[in-house]
T-cell receptor
Framework: SQQGEEDPQALSIQEGENATMNCSYK?????LQWYRQNSGRGLVHLILIRSNEREKHSGRLRVTLDTSKKSSSLLITASRAADTASYFCATSGNTPLVFGKGTRLSVIA | DAGITQSPRHKVTETGTPVTLRCHQT?????MYWYRQDPGHGLRLIHY???????DKGEVSDGYSVSRSKTEDFLLTLESATSSQTSVYFCAISGTGDLNEQFFGPGTRLTVL
């Protein structure tokens, strides 16, 4: 069964706006990862945040992790049409990565 | 997708026939994974390998078997394909398990009629 659950399932924004998607999980983790998937392609790793970290940045991406609430958020700032994709969180604990069902992001030019 | 190839990329087969999908890596990574992706279910782990001849089951392993005789190759076999196994199959690799990121192949679209 899925460990991570992304919210919302789908998000549509205008180019230049910020996009925020959330991930909730159920059990303790070692780290949480975010991946992007463009239509018809494999997943691409975006960023990893360890359980002892609270926030991490990579370019226009900002990830937060709240282990007390078992939740994470991914913020994409100043979105572009090329950011249109599905975004997945994946949790790592004592088992292989478990992926959520994803958030489908559409950025309208 | 660099360093990971999957073959075939597309396959149409009939119910009851055996099917083997191949994942090949040139990164010398220890861990290899097979996932299936279906609408409404996201990405689900079928089997994974943590070394040559070392494999373990994932969340949805029923009806699938795997083999890894060389570091670079990980085979997924559907002994007798069923329509419920129509899906997109992804192979992934990682260097030191889940602490590191996984790298994904381009996927294989399998249709079982």
């Amino acid at each position: 069964s899925q460990q991570g659950e992304e919210d919302p399932q789908a998000l549509s924004i205008q180019e230049g706006e910020n996009a925020t998607m959330n991930c909730s999980y159920k059990t303790s983790i070692n780290n949480l990862q975010w991946y992007r998937q463009n239509s018809g392609r494999g997943l691409v790793h975006l960023i990893l945040i360890r359980s002892n970290e609270r926030e991490k940045h990579s370019g226009r991406l900002r990830v937060t992790l709240d282990t007390s609430k078992k939740s994470s958020s991914l913020l994409i700032t100043a979105s572009r049409a090329a950011d249109t994709a599905s975004y997945f969180c994946a949790t790592s604990g004592n088992t292989p990565l478990v992926f959520g069902k994803g958030t489908r992001l559409s950025v309208i030019a | 997708d660099a360093g990971i190839t999957q073959s075939p990329r597309h396959k149409v087969t009939e119910t009851g026939t055996p099917v083997t999908l191949r994942c090949h890596q040139t990164e010398n990574h220890r861990y290899m994974y097979w996932y299936r992706q279906d609408p409404g279910h996201g990405l689900r782990l079928i089997h994974y390998s943590y070394g040559v001849k070392d494999t373990d089951k994932g969340e949805v392993s029923d009806g699938y078997s795997v083999s890894r005789s060389k570091t670079e190759d990980f085979l997924l076999t559907l002994e007798s394909a069923t329509s419920s196994q129509t899906s997109v199959y992804f192979c992934a690799i990682s260097g030191t398990g889940d602490l590191n990121e996984q790298f994904f192949g381009p996927g294989t679209r399998l249709t079982v009629l």
